[in-house]
């Protein structure tokens, strides 16, 4: 079993940044893409960005592709999160996922992804 625990989230105004980190414990996920999505009270959970094991790929939503950046630490079992140029749309609930399957693409829906951490809110008021 692997665990993940987000943290990082809070109340920023638009415009500024946040930094949210994810700690995975349990087993080593240092093979395993991971990625971070964001849910809203009645939509589906999004994609937001992914890393590939070895950081050689990431990917972005479009929205918020130039302003967020993903990285991970895997000497730290850690994935990050910075998140610049806030705005209030990307108000949401931010979750940390793991893909348990040895490969080297970045699935953007949920459903590719086995893990998952309890969720840290981010809301950006204007």
């Known amino acids: 079993q692997v665990q993940l625990v987000e943290s990082g989230g809070g109340l920023v105004q638009a415009g500024n940044s946040l930094r949210l980190s994810c700690a995975a414990s349990?087993?080593?996920?240092?093979?395993?893409?991971m990625g971070w999505f964001r849910q809203t009270p009645g939509k589906e959970r999004e994609f937001v960005a992914g890393?590939?094991?070895?950081?050689?790929?990431?990917n972005y939503a479009d929205a918020v592709k130039g302003r967020f950046t993903i990285s991970r630490d895997n000497a730290k079992s850690m994935l990050y999160l910075q998140l610049n140029s806030l705005k209030p749309e990307d108000t949401a609930v931010y979750y940390c996922?793991?893909?348990?399957?040895?490969?080297?693409?970045?699935?953007?829906?949920?459903?590719?992804?086995?893990?998952w951490g309890q969720g840290t809110q981010v809301t950006v008021s204007s």
């Open positions: 349990g087993r080593p996920v240092n093979s395993y893409t």
């Open positions: 996922a793991l893909s348990w399957k040895l490969i080297v693409t970045i699935p953007n829906t949920a459903d590719q992804y086995e893990y």
């Open positions: 890393v590939t094991w070895n950081s050689g790929r990431t």
